[in-house]
């Protein structure tokens, strides 16, 4: 009774490892670094630092959910709705 549970657990461990794992990491690579986005709300250029770790973990379960981690805008104008990191067609005018 136990032979097929054992089988089913394997084959689940082998995808998480061949093809969750290696998603997650591409994601975690692809937000690590910071990025120069234009602000929405001013026009102006800044330097935006995402939450690579939450944007993979949540890669796991559909579209990257991104969050800035650091803005250097912040320090002007405090925390904001961080408009500049939905895509071009998601962003309201």
Do not use: N, Q
């Amino acid at each position: 009774m136990s032979g097929p549970w054992i089988l089913i657990g394997a084959i689940l461990a082998v995808g998480v490892l061949y093809v969750l794992l290696p998603w997650m990491a591409h994601i975690f690579a692809r937000y690590r670094a910071p990025r120069a986005l234009r602000c929405p709300e001013t026009g102006t250029k800044a330097w935006v630092e995402i939450d690579a770790s939450h944007a993979a973990l949540s890669a796991a379960f559909g579209e990257p959910d991104l969050r800035a981690r650091e803005c250097s805008l912040w320090a002007d104008r405090g925390a904001c709705a961080e408009a500049c990191l939905k895509p071009p067609e998601a962003r309201t005018p």
